[in-house]
């Protein structure tokens, strides 16, 4: 793994994205405290990060800038415009990694100095856990000692892989709206057991572990997910009666489909930006 612990990592927006890769750079010891600057419109939201991280903070945004190797843009898509043309004088040669989502590595290359180097990420919300799925794209000028450094911030906050920029919107219908498709799976299971006489707690609980379970059976195990199924599947038992009725109701479609569609929705929206 690349060491970066004598990088300063500048940050611009601390919303819940950027706090929790802070929180997980500082978990993961990537650098010292005093290496991440950060800045924000929200001055008690900063007052917060530095009193509880022991961070240093930035009284605006181009501070943030020049007092960083590695600068992390953490905000609204639609402040990106005003934004770089704020930080533009700024920029030197500075790794520049965005996670504002829908905004193509192109806008930035456009306005930034010629030759800025830029990353792309979509990370999704279990960065909040240290548990994200994070997409990394790279620009025209990113070395792979750029890249590895991005790999190696995300990586502190869950899992990343390495995809071509035209692929972030399956990324997006993928792993970035797929917890809320898993919330609801999670809420429909525990229902299933309320209904059969499980306290709302219990059925909860035994819902989202059997989900982290699984999950964490797809990454370690490297079976086929239709294999890891027959595990728990046995002749004429209570498994492939449920299984049964799931295909009947189209819940596999239903999955794919929300994905589909939450693709679409994405290239919709970056059509906008």
Not at 55 to 72: F, G, P
Not at 140 to 169: Q, W, Y
Not at 187 to 198: N, Q, T, Y
């Amino acid at each position: 793994m690349t060491t970066i612990e004598n990088k300063k990592l500048g940050f611009i927006g601390t919303g819940k994205m950027g706090e929790a890769l802070i929180k997980g750079i500082l978990h993961a010891q990537l650098v010292p405290p005093e290496n991440i600057y950060a800045s924000d419109m929200d001055s008690e939201k900063l007052e917060s990060l530095e009193k509880q991280y022991k961070i240093s903070t930035c009284k605006d945004n181009c501070s943030a800038v020049t007092d960083s190797d590695v600068l992390i843009i953490a905000v609204k898509p639609q402040t990106i415009p005003a934004l770089l043309k704020e930080i533009k004088f700024s920029i030197k040669n500075q790794l520049v990694i965005s996670i504002a989502a829908g905004v193509a590595i192109a806008t930035y290359e456009n306005e930034l100095p010629r030759g800025t180097k830029v990353v792309r990420v979509m990370p999704n919300i279990a960065a909040t856990v240290r548990e994200a799925a994070s997409a990394i794209s790279p620009g025209s000028a990113v070395s792979k000692d750029d890249l590895e450094i991005a790999k190696t911030i995300f990586n502190a906050i869950g899992r990343s892989v390495i995809l071509p920029e035209h692929l972030m919107d399956a990324v997006t219908g993928l792993s970035g709206s797929g917890p809320a498709y898993i919330f609801m799976v999670i809420e429909a299971l525990a229902d299933g057991g309320v209904h059969e006489g499980l306290d709302r707690n219990t059925a909860k609980l035994l819902a989202a572990q059997t989900v982290l379970g699984a999950a964490k059976m797809v990454l370690e195990d490297r079976s086929h997910t239709g294999e890891l199924k027959d595990m728990v599947t046995s002749p004429g038992g209570t498994t492939i009666r449920g299984l049964r009725v799931m295909e009947e109701r189209g819940v596999r479609v239903a999955m794919m489909n929300a994905v589909i569609a939450a693709c679409e929705r994405s290239k919709e929206l970056g059509k906008k930006t």
